[in-house]
T-cell receptor
Framework: AQSVTQLGSHVSVSEGALVLLRCNYS??????LFWYVQYPNQGLQLLLK??????LVKGINGFEAEFKKSETSFHLTKPSAHMSDAAEYFC???????????FGTGTRLLVSP | NAGVTQTPKFQVLKTGQSMTLQCAQD?????MYWYRQDPGMGLRLIYY???????DKGEVPNGYNVSRLNKREFSLRLESAAPSQTSVYFC?????????????FGSGTQLSVL
């Protein structure tokens, strides 16, 4: 069965600093991988997805993630954090065919001035 | 275009009471899902419906039932609520036929069971 592990339940950065949120996956077949963001009192919104095309995936709001098969990782980065990036971020994995999406436990990003 | 609509937004139940959470989508999506979100545990799949007329269990189906009433609507029922079912519930939908592989989420239902 597929799963994802997100390292760090909380990550704190200063405004303008690099954002790095870590995600490692486990899947017996080539996976689809996703990053979702959740703002307070809202549902989840898709940031970006990897579905076997380019390994470096660009998403909305300046975020990107790189699929590294050898490391079974799909870390999320943004070169310069903005106050509006403060939210909870979820990594997710599904097997091809996308019948079920399995989410990680989430990482809360805190951005200080 | 409302997307995915969940009702109610908030609900407080006593142990043993029953209730139904409603979800409707207006995007003509085939697949619909119910997740629960708990602190430190992320989102866990309760039930899903790959297409109208079908439903399947997810990771945590015990204590819940679902009905795919038609293509638009997918309801979640708690027959006898327990404090362990205190959570935030999210409905989501997707149309895999479009190759989008993007889940659209409702804004959630916050449920407290006393």
């Amino acid at each position: 069965a597929q799963s994802v592990t997100q390292l760090g339940s909380h990550v704190s950065v200063s405004e303008g600093a690099l954002v790095l949120l870590r995600c490692n996956y486990s899947s017996s077949v080539p996976p689809y991988l996703f990053w979702y963001v959740q703002y307070p009192n809202q549902g989840l919104q898709l940031l970006l997805k990897y579905t076997s095309a380019a390994t470096l995936v660009k998403g909305i709001n300046g975020f990107e993630a790189e699929f590294k098969k050898s490391e079974t990782s799909f870390h999320l980065t943004k070169p310069s954090a903005h106050m509006s990036d403060a939210a909870e971020y979820f990594c997710a994995v599904s097997e091809r065919g996308f019948q079920k999406l399995v989410f990680g436990t989430g990482t809360r990003l805190l951005v200080s001035p | 275009n409302a997307g995915v609509t969940q009702t109610p937004k908030f609900q407080v139940l006593k142990t043993g009471q029953s209730m139904t959470l409603q979800c409707a989508q207006d995007m003509n999506h085939n697949s619909m899902y119910w997740y629960r979100q708990d602190p430190g545990m992320g989102l866990r799949l309760i039930y899903y419906s790959a297409s109208e007329g079908t439903t399947d269990k997810g990771e945590v189906p015990n204590g819940y039932n679902v009905s795919r009433l038609n293509k638009r609507e997918f309801s979640l029922r708690l027959e006898s609520a327990a404090p362990s079912q205190t959570s935030v519930y999210f409905c989501a939908s997707i149309d895999l036929g479009q190759g989008e592989e993007k889940l659209f989420f409702g804004s959630g239902t916050q449920l407290s069971v006393l």
